[in-house]
């Protein structure tokens, strides 16, 4: 019983640490997108100020993580 009792509970880990990968992968490729965003703009001082805003709101998201 023990031995079931361990497996379920490393189950839930294992689908908890696959959530937390996605959500990771998720925010990084949106950290990424607001990057080159800024990167390609015209106005790149407005533009780049409101996207490293954002990313580092992003970023603070997974530091939450």
């Known amino acids: 019983m023990l031995i079931g ?9 294992q689908i908890l640490t696959q959530a937390k990968v996605k959500e990771v992968v998720s925010i990084s490729r949106e950290i990424l997108t607001k990057l080159e965003t800024a ?3 015209e106005d790149i001082a407005t533009q780049s100020s409101e996207e490293f805003i ?12």
Do not use: D
């Not at 009792?5 to 880990?13: A, D, I, P, Q």
């Not at 954002?54 to 993580?65: F, M, N, P, S, Y």
């Open 39 to 41: 990167t390609l703009s």
């Open 5 to 13: 009792g361990l497996e379920k509970f490393v189950g839930k880990t």
């Open 54 to 65: 954002v990313v580092a709101q992003l970023l603070e998201g997974l530091h939450r993580i």
